[in-house]
């Protein structure tokens, strides 16, 4: 990482005829990258979502492959959309997605399930010693 303590990152405009079932990482991102490739990294949305996506080094470039797709699909991600990568320095991407009018959206999000208190509520401490005490 860099003395600044500023980690790595790259942006790219997303193009479906280029870019659906594989992503090329650019090139003057690669002094970013560790020297030996991890065959996975982790994709993480800014909705929660994780994606884990292959990364491989073909004629001297680096793609994310096997996983990307699942990405591009559950995202929906059109032509013309920016995408931003923020390296964590070991197997993670916070991944941003960037619409055409230059809005942050959230995508994919986690969703979570509230957990009611009513049926505890049915047995309070109350309820409890009157039923001890019959």
Not at 32 to 37: E, Q
Request: glycine share 6%; net charge negative; hydrophobic share 35%.
């Amino acid at each position: 990482m860099a003395s600044s303590d500023v980690l790595p990152r790259f942006f790219n405009v997303f193009l479906s005829q280029y870019n659906s079932n594989s992503f090329l990482i650019p090139r003057s991102y690669y002094d970013h990258l560790p020297r030996r490739l991890p065959k996975t990294v982790i994709l993480m949305g800014n909705g929660g979502k994780s994606w884990k996506v292959a990364m491989k080094s073909k004629r001297e470039q680096v793609y994310f492959e096997q996983g990307w797709a699942n990405f591009v699909a559950e995202n929906e991600l059109k032509d013309g959309e920016v995408l931003t990568f923020v390296f964590d320095g070991h197997r993670r991407y916070e991944v941003s997605i960037y619409t055409r009018g230059s809005c942050k959206e959230t995508r994919a999000a986690i969703e979570v399930e509230e957990i009611s208190d009513e049926t505890e509520s049915d047995y309070s401490c109350d309820s409890l010693v009157s039923v001890i005490q019959v």
